[in-house]
């Protein structure tokens, strides 16, 4: 059964930082591209920012610069690290994971974790 578990998110204030887990289970980690996405209230599902299987990242351009992601394949851990964060960055963000094979896709998400940042 895959788990994606995400942890670390809060309360903070305008210009403060929070650093994001996802822990993975079930599936071959390190194979993966994983991901975080977001999603306000009354919003559409974003990305925020992934990286590949071999450690390319890729950035939403309002959060480049602000933020970074990273993964340890022995822990089976993502990280989003957030830094001067706003207000327009509250949102509940979701961990994914991604792999693309030939005969299908695998797509799995996370449940959540609310990131709440005060002005």
């Known amino acids: 059964q895959v788990q994606l578990v995400e942890s670390g998110g809060g309360l903070v204030q305008t210009g403060g930082s929070l650093r994001l887990s996802c822990a993975a289970s079930?599936?071959?980690?390190?194979?993966?591209?994983m991901g975080w996405y977001r999603q306000a209230p009354g919003k559409q599902r974003e990305l925020v920012a992934t990286i590949t299987s071999v450690e390319t990242t890729n950035y939403a351009s309002s959060v480049k610069g602000r933020f970074t992601i990273s993964r340890d394949n022995a822990k089976k851990t993502v990280y989003l690290q957030m830094n001067s964060l706003k207000p327009e960055d509250a949102a509940v963000y979701y961990c994914?994971?991604?792999?693309?094979?030939?005969?299908?896709?695998?797509?799995?998400w996370g449940q959540g974790t609310q990131v709440t940042v005060s002005s």
């Open positions: 079930g599936i071959i980690f390190s194979n993966y591209a």
């Open positions: 994914n994971a991604y792999l693309a094979s030939i005969m299908r896709t695998y797509n799995y």
